[in-house]
C-alpha cells in the first residue's frame, strides 16, 4: 500500500499563488503515475494534473494548463503542484492520488489506487 500525505493548502486572492506538496511511502513507484485531484462541494473529483514518475511526462487539464505546473522529487518522494494565478473556482478541496495501472495521463477516479487525506485550497474573489 501507498500512503499519501498532502500539505500546503490555504486562503489566497484571486491572481495569488500556492503550493502544495504530498509526501510518498510504503512502496516503489517506478510504473505509477501521480497526479492531483480536487472536489468542490456539490460537485464530483475532477482530475487536475498527472505525471509520470520515471520519465517526467506531464498532463493537464485544460482549465489549470497555463497556471499549474506539477512536478515530482524522485530522491524524496514527494509530488508537487505549484497554482499560479489562481481563481475563485480553483476553489475546492485538492488530493494527491497515484495509480498502479494506469497506461495514459488524463488519469480517472477509477484508475486511483491511493488517494492523500486532501487539502482545502480557497480562493477569494
Known amino acids: 500500500q501507498v500512503q499519501l500525505v498532502e500539505s500546503g493548502g490555504g486562503l489566497v486572492e484571486a491572481g495569488g499563488s500556492l503550493r502544495l506538496s504530498c509526501a510518498f511511502s510504503g512502496r516503489t513507484f517506478s510504473n505509477y503515475a501521480m497526479g492531483w485531484f480536487r472536489q468542490a462541494p456539490g460537485k464530483e473529483r475532477e482530475f487536475v494534473a498527472a505525471?509520470?514518475?520515471?520519465?517526467?511526462?506531464?498532463y493537464y487539464a485544460p482549465s489549470v494548463k497555463g497556471r499549474f505546473t506539477i512536478s515530482r522529487d524522485n530522491a524524496k518522494n514527494t509530488l508537487s503542484l505549484q497554482m499560479n494565478n489562481l481563481k475563485p473556482e480553483d476553489t475546492a478541496v485538492y488530493y494527491c492520488a497515484a495509480s498502479n495501472s494506469a497506461i495514459r495521463l488524463n488519469l480517472e477516479t477509477k484508475d486511483i489506487s491511493s488517494w492523500g487525506q486532501g487539502t482545502q485550497v480557497t480562493v477569494s474573489s
Open positions: 505525471i509520470r514518475w520515471i520519465g517526467g511526462s506531464s
